[in-house]
């Protein structure tokens, strides 16, 4: 089995998917405009695809009031302060900050739709 893509339902896909385009460097690799105006974004690397879609005919769930541990969307990067600065310029929120081991770095975020988003700068990188 090869891993094709993570799917989130939320309300606002197009706003959710065009922030994280322009502020977690992802691209909209497909955009489908009918009922569910879903997007799907990769990464840099072009290997990790995340399908943003709004289907309101299922509860939708409440990122912003889930723990930061229970869901988020974690990005390798070499400079966590230079990211949580830069991202709360673009509307994100610093929840928390730890280095869990030498050399490694992990600060929670909230986007400014409230879903959980983790930088990570690792001593070893998976």
Known sequence: MKFEHYAINVPDSVAVADW????????IVKAIDV????RFLADETGRVVLEIYSNRAVEMPDFARM?????HL????????????RLQEAGA????????SEGTKLIM????????????KRAEPF
């Open 93 to 100: 929120r610093f929840e928390e900050s730890v280095q869990p």
């Open 74 to 85: 974690a990005f390798a990067v070499d400079d966590p302060e230079e990211e949580k600065a």
């Open 109 to 120: 975020m909230r986007d400014p739709f409230g879903m959980a988003l983790q930088l990570c």
């Open 20 to 27: 994280y385009a322009k502020n977690c460097r992802m691209k």
């Open 35 to 38: 009922e569910l105006l879903t």
């Open 67 to 71: 723990d930061l541990l229970e869901y």
